[in-house]
């Protein structure tokens, strides 16, 4: 079971994002570029903030980066709304791991609050995932608080993380 591991390495993650870890029609990742990970260094059931269990995860940056280019000419930062993206991920993939089926979404946060940026300086950002709660009904959803660090330095902060995981495939 999939659930069974504690750690997964980027061809891992690149698996999930093809939908071969969880089996099809459940929790997938993004494909790069917007896969926002390179790896997740922990994930458990129990602990975190919360003690309802947490997902922790790394992304190594590099100049090159594709949202450095673009945002902002000049001034390069990485988008806040990719790291919120990543926690959102995140969260989906911890339900996929809990071996809960269908398709993730995200459906909301609480608050989001920037203290710092990402610049192309950083080293490495790590994100932190802490659940409050995972629903188990017609909709799985999962509800917990986030963080980045950049370089060790906590910069980002997002409560309320709501992910569902729903049976019913997408609409086009």
Same mark, same amino acid.
């Given at each position: !079971?999939?659930?069974?591991?504690?750690?997964?390495?980027?061809?891992? &993650?690149?698996?999930?994002?093809?939908?071969?870890?969880?089996?099809?029609?459940?929790?997938?990742?993004?494909?790069?570029? !917007?896969?926002?990970?390179?790896?997740?260094?922990?994930?458990?059931?129990?602990?975190?903030?919360?003690?309802?269990?947490?997902?922790?995860?790394?992304?190594?940056?590099?100049?090159?980066?594709?949202?450095?280019?673009?945002?902002?000419?000049?001034?390069?930062?990485?988008?806040?709304?990719?790291?919120?993206?990543?926690?959102?991920?995140?969260?989906?993939?911890?339900?996929?791991?809990?071996?809960?089926?269908?398709?993730? !979404?995200? &459906?909301?946060?609480?608050?989001?609050?920037?203290?710092? !940026?990402?610049?192309?300086?950083?080293?490495?950002?790590?994100?932190?995932?802490?659940?409050?709660?995972?629903?188990?009904?017609?909709?799985?959803?999962?509800?917990?608080?986030?963080?980045?660090?950049?370089?060790?330095?906590?910069?980002?902060?997002?409560?309320?993380?709501?992910?569902?995981?729903?049976?019913?495939?997408?609409?086009?």
């Amino acid at each position: !079971m999939a659930g069974s591991k504690s750690s997964y390495e980027y061809e891992e &993650l690149l698996a999930c994002a093809r939908g071969e870890l969880f089996g099809a029609g459940n929790a997938q990742l993004p494909y790069p570029p !917007m896969l926002m990970f390179d790896r997740i260094t922990e994930i458990s059931e129990t602990g975190g903030a919360f003690d309802k269990g947490f997902i922790r995860a790394e992304f190594d940056i590099k100049p090159d980066l594709w949202f450095f280019a673009c945002h902002f000419i000049g001034n390069p930062i990485m988008p806040g709304c990719l790291g919120l993206d990543a926690m959102w991920q995140l969260t989906g993939f911890y339900l996929g791991w809990l071996g809960e089926p269908g398709k993730g !979404m995200a &459906l909301s946060t609480g608050e989001v609050k920037f203290k710092g !940026m990402v610049t192309p300086s950083v080293k490495k950002v790590e994100y932190g995932v802490d659940f409050k709660r995972v629903m188990r009904g017609r909709l799985v959803l999962g509800i917990a608080d986030g963080w980045l660090k950049a370089d060790g330095e906590p910069i980002y902060a997002a409560t309320d993380l709501k992910v569902g995981l729903s049976k019913q495939s997408a609409v086009s």
